[in-house]
């Protein structure tokens, strides 16, 4: 069973950082691509940042020059630095990875796309 914990999520003020960690666990052989996204209360989930295995990333344009994504795929665990952070980053950040696959004695079966539990970021002004 595939399972994504978060964490490093807080209460920072305005122009702070924080680093936000994601580990994946669960006889996990590879994942395609790891990412965050936020949501806000009745908005919709949007994508922050993602990494490919390869170590390709995309931002969202609101992010970018002040989010690092980065991940670690031996131990299958990827990584948000904040900086500069804004009170309009305050959300809910979920850590999701796409195209896991998992290794059993069966061999290696695809397992698809996971969501971690959300952790809550809050920037005070």
């Known amino acids: 069973q595939v399972q994504l914990a978060e964490s490093g999520g807080g209460l920072v003020q305005v122009g702070g950082s924080l680093r936000l960690s994601c580990v994946a666990s669960?006889?996990?052989?590879?994942?395609?691509?790891m990412g965050w996204y936020r949501q806000a209360p009745g908005k919709e989930r949007e994508l922050v940042a993602a990494?490919?295995?390869?170590?390709?990333?995309h931002y969202a344009a609101s992010v970018k020059g002040r989010f690092t994504i980065s991940r670690a795929n031996a131990k299958n665990t990827v990584y948000l630095q904040m900086s500069r952070l804004k009170p309009e980053d305050t959300d809910v950040y979920y850590c999701?990875?796409?195209?896991?696959?998992?290794?059993?004695?069966?061999?290696?079966?695809?397992?698809?796309?996971?969501w971690g539990q959300g952790t809550q970021v809050t920037v005070s002004s």
């Open positions: 999701h990875c796409e195209g896991v696959s998992t290794e059993s004695w069966d061999g290696i079966s695809l397992a698809g796309d996971y």
């Open positions: 669960g006889n996990i052989f590879s994942i395609n691509t």
């Open positions: 990494i490919m295995s390869g170590g390709i990333t």
